[in-house]
């Protein structure tokens, strides 16, 4: 009798109190994200032709728009505290204004405006500490982070409209395994600012949104003697699935 009311109080506290058991002890968490980014760069060189080159380019280029995805894992290390992980797809780049390109003077009507876009693309690997600042199914988490960029290809992409009305586009890709390839930084480093806004929509799963800024420490194009250091922010949406 007495082991029935024992094993009996045993039970009701375990339905009371296992919810909070079980939620304290879902210290992990695996998600899926993407979003759009607007990357530019800074230019940057020593020699005594590199302040026209900078300022000619400064004038014909701009931003560009590119995308990012990932895998992130992230575990509990204290109350509130997270680090965060994963891999990572991640595109910057720039793009050229219209320039005239002349055919000649008596061929008017064949002269054409060319566009160029440079999309820079690399696998990285961040590593970043979160920290949540509210509590209940509604959360900030800003956070701040390093990372590993592994730089594996240039996608260009050139637009030409002839004033006659036709068009033609040139596309070409320069990878990092092309043998003498010394134009770009095989390998690079970043910092990462990110504010996180997190919605639980179940007791595993989390959705959320986060501006993001990033930076790369080591010029990605070195051209010789301008060197091109990356920047972007973006916009992410994902999932997160606790256990």
């Known amino acids: 009798m007495n082991f029935t009311r024992i094993w009996f109080c045993i039970s009701i506290l375990n339905l009371i109190c296992w919810p909070c058991i079980a939620q304290d002890s879902l210290h992990w968490k695996v998600g899926i994200w993407a979003g759009p980014n607007y990357s530019y760069r800074t230019l940057k060189g020593s020699s005594s032709t590199a302040p026209f080159i900078i300022e000619l380019r400064n004038k014909n280029e ?3 728009v590119g995308i990012e995805t990932g895998i992130s894992i992230s575990r509990s290390i204290a109350s509130n505290w997270w680090i965060i992980s ?18 000649g003077p008596f061929l008017k009507r064949h002269d054409r405006k060319c566009q160029a876009r440079y999309h820079y693309q690399s696998i990285e690997v961040p590593l970043a500490i979160s920290y949540s600042l509210l509590k209940g199914n509604l959360k900030i988490e800003p956070s701040v982070g390093i990372g590993l960029s592994k730089f594996y290809n240039e996608h260009y992409v050139a637009m030409i409209n002839y004033y006659n009305g036709e068009s033609d586009t040139t596309i070409k890709t320069n990878s990092s395994t092309v043998e003498g390839n010394n134009k770009f930084s095989n390998f690079n480093f970043f910092g990462t600012i990110q504010a996180r806004i997190d919605y639980k929509i179940s007791r595993r799963i989390e959705l959320y949104v986060a501006p993001e800024l990033k930076y790369y420490f080591v010029p990605l194009v070195k051209d010789v003697p301008i060197k091109e250091y990356n920047y972007s922010g973006r916009g992410i949406a994902g999932i997160d699935f606790r256990w």
């Open 86 to 103: 994963g891999i990572q797809f991640s595109e910057v780049g720039e793009k050229t204004l219209p320039l005239l390109l002349l055919m």
């Open 62 to 64: 701009k931003p560009m």
